[in-house]
Nanobody, 123 residues
């Protein structure tokens, strides 16, 4: 059974950092690309970043470029999203998702999704 579980969300002050984790089971990261998405209140789901099965990363959200970075630990079957210099506009539920082809910015193309983790940036 393929499963993705996000963790690491929470409340953080503007300018702070968080690291989200996406632990996967039932498959290996060298066979699937993993994308991070987010949905802010009242907004559509947005692709953030993706890491391919070969380890290459792609940034989709212009607003996070230079502040967020995606990485993975093959041994732990976990993908991370390091988020720095957070601002209130980053407040959203963050989801990780798996796709068995190359990275895509279109969520509908992903096969499996986690349950999401809430990130709230507020003073």
């Amino acid at each position: 059974q393929l499963q993705l579980v996000e963790s690491g969300g929470g409340l953080v002050q503007p300018g702070g950092s968080l690291r989200l984790s996406c632990a996967v089971s039932g498959f290996t990261l060298d066979n699937y690309a993993i994308g991070w998405f987010r949905r802010a209140p009242g907004k559509e789901r947005e692709a953030v970043q993706c890491i391919s099965s070969s380890g290459g990363s792609t940034n989709y959200a212009r607003s996070v470029k230079g502040r967020f970075s995606i990485s993975r630990d093959i041994a732990k079957n976990t993908v991370y999203l390091q988020m720095n210099s957070l601002n209130p506009e980053d407040t959203a539920v963050y989801y990780c998702a798996a796709i068995d082809t190359r990275c895509s910015m279109w969520g509908v193309e992903y096969d499996y999704w986690g349950q999401g983790t809430q990130v709230t940036v507020s003073s």
